[in-house]
């Protein structure tokens, strides 16, 4: 059923959303189609030169997985604004050792409705947003707003 | 550590066309999946797009900023231009307004500004940091995107 603007409230919560464990596999696919190819998020030598220990998820990737997580509930062409702060890296899932690293590799999506208000002559909600791994480390926090019929 | 006389420089402003097939693509990676058909279908069936009350197949709200990696030399390029250490390098904030919706086949003219430079911290802890201001504009004239995005090296 589509949502309406009157079926909003401030403290509804949208459905949480929970990510595929991201892979390597998935970082090279985003590198591929977003054309950012920082070594750091699937080369291994680079990582060692720099001193890290794992590559890393692009924080745009997991942006873009909290996107499609607002997507499935308001929908894109509703959206006006969409904020992100990268609060901690992601590092993928290890294949060999996948009981003790798939928890940091699983992006929980969850926000809030903090405001109705309107603005530009439409009726508009703002929700704040955040997504965490599974052992409850903050990855991103921030807030978007959007119109609904 | 990043230039700072490159506050308040403007790069070339970068025309392109939204291929449909790059949509898909994008769409694919950032919904974890192998192939089309396990997506969204507003991101690669007409039908299904309008269906859903846009004007053609949307690019996702994040692929904005992909147009970043596809000019003046890519990410390696622009850092370079920034004076930015690519080994210190990470996003720290990214802020989109959207004034419309970007369609496969929309021709789309990027103009993209350095609006902030700061240094944060102090000692071994300091943080330089740069604010991109990025405005895409359509073929027909229309703001439909404006973004900020905060870069840092630590």
Known sequence: MALNYNDIEIGNEMPVFTSATITRTHLVRYAGASGDFNPLH????????????NVIAHGMLIMAIVGEAINSWVGNKYLRKFSARFLSMTEPVDWD????????????????????FEENGEKRFQCDITAQDALGSKKLSGFFTATLP | MADKSKLGMEFPVYTFTIEKDKIVEFAIAISQKDSREEINPIYY??????????????????????????????????????????????????EYEYYGSIYAGDVITRKMKVVDMYRKGKGK?????????TELINQR?????????????I
């Open chain 1, 97 to 116: 050792d996948i009981e003790n690293t798939k928890d940091r590799a699983t992006i929980i999506v969850s926000a809030k409705v903090v405001k109705k």
């Open chain 2, 125 to 133: 802890r300091t943080i330089d940091v740069t604010v991109l201001e």
């Open chain 1, 42 to 53: 699937y080369d291994q030598t680079f990582i060692k030169a720099i001193g890290m220990k």
């Open chain 2, 45 to 94: 069936d007409e039908e299904a797009a309008k269906k859903a009350g846009y004007q053609g197949i949307p690019a996702p709200p994040t692929f904005a900023t992909s147009s970043f990696f596809w000019t003046g030399g890519g990410l390696i390029g622009t850092v370079k231009t920034l004076g930015i250490d690519l080994n210190k390098l990470l996003d720290r904030e990214e």
């Open chain 2, 141 to 153: 004239g229309e703001l439909v995107v404006k973004y900020r995005s905060t870069l840092m090296e």
